[in-house]
């Protein structure tokens, strides 16, 4: 890293040797004539890991959930979400603008809309009000602080959304983390929602991709949306083949880079006026008791540490196979010590 602890987030992670390796000698073919070999494993291995019929790979998470949202909704639908989930915050209103739909935010302590969320935003139907058709979940929860959704609590949220007719569509892109901090399968996970997305290129290490899984109809459906967004693309088996490993290899990892959090936590929590939100999975957020968020990160990225600024009173800091857990018990105590004399 060139003695840079870049805790910014997880993408910043680099493709591993054996990632490499594979990527310089892997089979490929033309994918918009499906004919790449090496990415049609990837999306076999992936649908069976989450327990779908078939998926499809999408240069970005941001691309698999709008294409997702396209996929279960017409013009003039509303989406049911947390007010602070990616598809809200992250992606540019893009079910807007692509897809013709509007957020129907719901505001929840953890990140999850629970099934009496569900059920609360049932409204008598008529003619001149839009409908909510689809439930997104996003598990882990980015904003909420890397928080994990049980599986018994995903179920609920899902059956409460087919009680009421609406199709389920899960943002895991990092939910390779909440299978581990669980100690489950990932499956467990979104079994009975119509869609889910995994992202490969944050702790998986992959430098590229993410998947979408579905019934088999509506993937073939979702390629069409795909190239549509631009996404059809050509010999991604390179690309794929770094996924293949990362699956393989780096799934089981990830509890180390939950416990770096835990240990650059505990650090953290020592400095005075902060409040330290204890991490679930590798997302650590700090608050702030004064507006100095700025500061505190710009004395950190002096000692080259990078940290994100999630507004004026709070830091994030995100875990991963790129910093040891020196580093991060570095960080911590250099953020404890930025954060005097605040």
Known sequence: MNGIIDLRSDTVTRPTDAMRKAMAEAEVGDDVFGEDPTAARLQERVAAMLGFEAALFMPSGVMANEVAIRLWTRPGDEVLCDAHSHVVDYELSGMAALSGVIPRTVTTERGHVT???VAASKRPRTYFRSEIT?????NTHN????T???AADMQASINAARERGLKVHVDGARLWNAAVALGCGPAELVAGADSAMVTLSKGLCAPVGSILCADRDSIERARRIRKQFGGGMRQI???AAAGLVAVDTMVSRLAEDHEKARRLAEIASGAAAVRVTPPETNILFVHLETPKAQTIADRLLAGNIH????GDSALRFVTHK???LAECEAAGAAFAEASKAI
């Open 115 to 117: 099934a009496r969320d």
């Open 148 to 150: 994990v959704t049980t």
């Open 134 to 138: 689809l439930l997104v979940l996003e």
């Open 143 to 146: 904003l909420a602080g890397g």
């Open 322 to 324: 790129d910093v040891s």
């Open 307 to 310: 940290a994100s600024v999630m």
């Open 237 to 239: 088996g390179h690309l």
